[in-house]
């Protein structure tokens, strides 16, 4: 264990003497200022949660409504990238902003048509 250091009143009135000097002294350059690491513009949510209308095509833009926002414009145009959607009807959405650019993340499975294993079967070994 380290030793204790003892302060008589001599010491403590030396050490206050010079934190007294140092804060008085007048500072000759301008003080260390800490701004944003990255500063970047503020944008939009990058992420939404939308509704669309019928099929939506590969490669294909849709004007999709954004749910829980009531104020205007609260419509989107999105681009279909990934898989062809041939359900009809109103269906929700996830959309992602990428460059200014509004894509299609995810769509409601519910509804899409996707593959699925349909029948599970057994074998006895012998």
Known sequence: MADLTQFDVGSAARIARV?????????????????AAVEQPRRDKPFRVATYDGPWGVGETKTVTLKYQAATPNTLTV???????????????????????WFLGQWQWSVAPAFTAVQVTSQEIR
Not at 87 to 99: H, I, K, L, P, W
């Open 79 to 101: 681009t279909n990238l990934f898989l062809p959607i041939e359900a009809e009807g109103t269906r929700d959405c996830a959309v992602f902003n990428e460059g200014g650019t």
């Open 19 to 35: 934190v007294r000097a140092v804060e008085r002294i007048v500072p000759r350059v301008r003080p260390l200022m800490f701004g």
